[in-house]
């Protein structure tokens, strides 16, 4: 998580590199750029650029549900080893 929001190390590929940006994009603009998604397209197909959508699509909604109703997060203990 560190990695996602610039603290610590990222050794990300080009193409999650992509990704990411492509959902960056989704999550806080209102559209992604071209730029954006020539990019994920030099890595990805059309399929996949779907599915990556979905996914984003999916937790941007499940974020914003749990927000607006306030919900708090479960926190699990680790399993012992």
């Known amino acids: 998580m560190a990695a996602l929001q610039g ?9 999650e590199r992509a990704a990411i940006a492509f959902a960056e994009e989704m ?3 209102d559209g992604v750029s071209e730029a954006t998604f020539a ?3 030099k890595h990805f197909d059309e399929r996949a650029i779907v599915e990556i959508a979905a996914v984003t ?10 927000t607006a109703l306030d ?3 479960t926190v699990y203990p680790k399993p012992l080893s």
């Open 27 to 29: 999550t806080r603009d």
């Open 39 to 41: 990019e994920l397209r």
């Open 57 to 66: 699509a999916c937790f941007n909604y499940t974020n914003r549900f749990n």
């Open 7 to 15: 603290k610590g190390p990222a050794d990300f590929t080009p193409a």
């Open 71 to 73: 919900m708090e997060l």
